[in-house]
């Protein structure tokens, strides 16, 4: 796929741009091949750093990414969550995929954030609802037929 002319990723990994948007200097943290990983300027606490794994090429969705590029993506992503390891507990990796899912630019990307026990960031913030065993059964059968008919597709 083209670069996307209005795409702040693709002008960061083209060097178009080399500040984000609050004018801190653009810096690859590391890439591979067909990837990139830099730190994003939203900023979870003083002390925690956010991470964000991208393919180079501009793809919106997670789905529109070809089998190649997914799987430097995944490398990518273990690799960076290793290295947080390192100093931390655990990482919340994340992607919205789709405006619905809060998805704000319009380029692929996962978020990597480091976390430990009682850090004070709320990534877990949604409530868990209880919902009856037949509602789950039905769930269970609706979002198989939904991946058969998703296998469909191409
Ligand atoms: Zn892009």
């Given at each position: 796929m083209k670069a996307d002319n209005n795409?702040?990723?693709c002008d960061f990994v083209?060097?178009?741009?080399?500040?984000?948007?609050?004018?801190f200097a653009?810096?690859?943290l590391y890439e591979t091949e067909l990837t990139l990983s830099?730190?994003?300027?939203?900023?979870?606490?003083?002390?925690?750093?956010?991470?964000l794994v991208i393919p180079k090429k501009h793809f919106v969705n997670l789905q529109?990414?070809?089998?190649?590029?997914?799987?430097?993506?995944?490398?990518?992503?273990?690799?960076?969550s290793k290295a947080l390891r390192l100093e931390?507990?655990?990482t919340n990796i994340l992607l919205n995929d789709g405006r619905g899912a809060e998805q704000t630019v319009m380029h692929t990307h996962f978020h990597l954030v480091p976390r430990n026990k009682r850090d004070g960031i709320e990534i877990e913030l949604w409530?868990?609802?209880?919902?009856?065993?037949?509602?789950?059964?039905n769930l269970?059968?609706?979002?198989?037929?939904?991946?058969?008919n998703a296998k469909k597709t191409k």
């Amino acid at each position: 796929m083209k670069a996307d002319n209005n795409c702040l990723f693709c002008d960061f990994v083209s060097g178009k741009w080399k500040k984000h948007k609050n004018e801190f200097a653009f810096e690859k943290l590391y890439e591979t091949e067909l990837t990139l990983s830099f730190l994003s300027i939203d900023f979870p606490s003083p002390k925690r750093v956010h991470v964000l794994v991208i393919p180079k090429k501009h793809f919106v969705n997670l789905q529109d990414c070809p089998k190649k590029v997914l799987h430097e993506l995944i490398e990518h992503v273990v690799l960076v969550s290793k290295a947080l390891r390192l100093e931390n507990d655990g990482t919340n990796i994340l992607l919205n995929d789709g405006r619905g899912a809060e998805q704000t630019v319009m380029h692929t990307h996962f978020h990597l954030v480091p976390r430990n026990k009682r850090d004070g960031i709320e990534i877990e913030l949604w409530k868990r609802v209880n919902i009856s065993q037949k509602t789950y059964s039905n769930l269970n059968k609706k979002v198989k037929k939904l991946i058969k008919n998703a296998k469909k597709t191409k």
